[in-house]
């Protein structure tokens, strides 16, 4: 940790990474809800428990769809978005070019998407969270008129800070690994234009991968940690 | 306390700077680069086969040779972006193949390099892409900064293209820009890696007498490499030819062309 902390780069990949992820990632989170809500309704109406439907959605959008959504909205974007332009740079020799001046390039062009990623994706689950409840309120409001407030009320009701805490832990090691395979698969790319989309896909690919299998390591390790 | 210039050439030599102190006859005859017995391959194929340099400071050196010979591999050999796989580059009286990574950073902060196709980073402008290597190895204000790129794409020709992006530039410019960008920290030593391939006749012979100007300006050591004969002609003060993996000639132009090797004169035809 030495400087220049390279901010101006940091600030850059905050913009292609968060803010030109959030309207897709935040489109899912809608779509999401919206289609969940209406999917359980006639679940929950059959047993009779339509009342407990927004703390079932509530709880569902947090705990698992919301962070596992986003994480596989961000690795097809984001992913490709790297391992595309770190792949062109290795091939045009920009690469080469940042270590030929005396810059560690792993610094400058890895350390500044890992750290975007890690520090983007809570933030990002977290607008999908919310577009998820409120599309849900929307599903159930038209089956059934109901106040935001009280359809909120009811969905956080049993909820407590912990809920919060492991969703966010587990969005904190997707972006790790969305970040860290995108920068690696950009970083080996080889064979100019064929390698780099060779790159983009494998990082996609192996991305999505890891973050499905990092979900199901980390739903067991919360689970015996958390409840 | 006064201090001799040998002391001053020994401190140099240990903290990888140059002494600026000497006469102009001896400045010139201290050798910037050294290259000795030089091999590198890739899996199977020799590409460097015991290649021996020297490059004095002020001296401008051409290296020739055909296709795949190893010229561009051999830059990239001398500014540390691979290593060797056996043989001793020697820069400022340092052997650079056995040092660490902070070390050999603080030796390319004095060497510049100019990519075959300029590499100018896309995601900065032509402004930033010169102001890379300053806001990372100076201490320069943000003003002084922004003095010193107007000054370097001055040089170039360029002071009109500051905010301009690099694909928005021609290949003639990106090559202008990306020469600026190898002089930001005023190097002692310049590497250029076919300065004039995929131009036209014209911009090609601009391209030439900027680098005349600079080296002249600037009085580095640089080692060019190219296909380019009548460039070699007009900016070499001497000129090697690579082949096989190693040097078979070096010499001036004159004497390449009277040479009586049969690989040298059939190089020399043609090219010309």
């Not at chain 1, 009342?51 to 992913?79: C, D, K, N």
């Not at chain 1, 805490?165 to 587990?170: E, H, I, N, V, Y």
């Not at chain 2, 002494?19 to 899996?43: C, I, N, Q, Y």
């Not at chain 2, 900027?210 to 380019?228: F, G, P, R, Y």
């Amino acid at each position: 940790m030495r400087r220049p902390f390279e901010g101006q780069e940091l600030t850059r990949q905050f913009d292609e990474i968060g803010s030109k992820s959030l309207p897709l990632v935040a489109l899912a989170g809608a779509a999401i809800g919206f289609v969940l809500a209406l999917e359980s309704r006639s679940s929950l109406v059959h047993f009779g428990a339509q009342s407990m439907l927004p703390a079932a959605l509530v709880y569902s959008i947090i705990h698992e769809t919301g962070p596992i959504v986003t994480g596989l909205v961000v690795s097809g974007r984001v992913g490709a978005g790297i391992g595309a332009e770190l792949g062109s740079m290795k091939v045009t020799e920009q690469i080469d070019a940042i270590e030929a001046s005396g810059v560690n390039p792993y610094k400058f062009l890895a350390f500044t998407r890992i750290l975007a990623c890690i520090l983007v994706l809570p933030l990002l689950t977290i607008a999908a969270d919310f577009c998820g409840v409120f599309f849900g309120w929307i599903a159930e409001n038209l089956a059934e008129p109901v106040s935001f407030q009280r359809f909120i009320n009811q969905g956080f009701a049993g909820a407590t800070f912990k809920d919060f805490l492991a969703p966010t832990f587990r969005t904190v090691v997707f972006g790790l690994i969305i970040g860290l395979i995108g920068c690696f698969q950009g970083m080996r790319t080889k064979g100019g234009t064929a390698g780099v989309g060779l790159s983009a896909t494998s990082a996609v690919v192996l991305s999505s991968l890891f973050v499905i299998l990092a979900d199901v390591i980390l739903v067991k390790i919360i689970l015996v940690f958390f409840s | 306390m006064i201090r001799s210039d040998q002391q001053i050439l020994l401190d140099g030599e240990t903290s990888g700077a140059i002494p600026r102190t000497e006469t102009s006859r001896e400045k010139h005859d201290v050798p910037a680069m050294v290259l000795r017995g030089l091999h590198k391959s890739f899996e199977r194929q020799i590409v460097l086969d015991g290649v021996d340099l020297t490059v004095k400071r002020g001296e401008t050196l051409a290296m020739l040779g055909r296709s795949g010979t190893g010229k561009s591999v051999l830059l990239k050999l001398i500014i540390g972006l691979q290593r060797p796989d056996s043989g001793s580059i020697r820069i400022h009286d340092q052997e650079i193949t056995r040092l660490d990574l902070e070390a050999l950073n603080a030796i390319r902060k004095t060497m510049g390099f100019l990519f075959q196709h300029a590499a100018l980073y896309d995601s900065l402008s032509v402004e930033q892409n010169i102001a890379f290597p300053l806001k990372r190895h100076t201490k320069m204000t943000a003003s002084e900064r922004g003095d010193r790129v107007k000054q370097l794409l001055s040089s170039v020709g360029m002071e009109r293209d500051l905010g301009k992006m690099p694909s928005d530039i021609s290949g003639g410019m990106q090559k202008r820009v990306g020469l600026a960008r190898a002089l930001a920290l005023e190097p002692a030593i310049l590497l250029l890696d076919e300065p004039t391939a995929g131009l036209d006749p014209i911009t090609s012979g601009e391209i030439n007498e900027l680098i005349l100007k600079l080296q002249e300006e600037h009085d580095m050591a640089s080692i060019v490499v190219t296909h380019d004969l009548q460039s070699a002609k007009t900016i070499a003060d001497r000129i090697a030819l690579l082949h096989e993996g190693q040097v078979l000639i070096e010499g001036s132009f004159e004497d390449l062309e009277k040479s009586d090797n049969e690989f040298v004169s059939e190089f020399m035809k043609r090219d010309s």
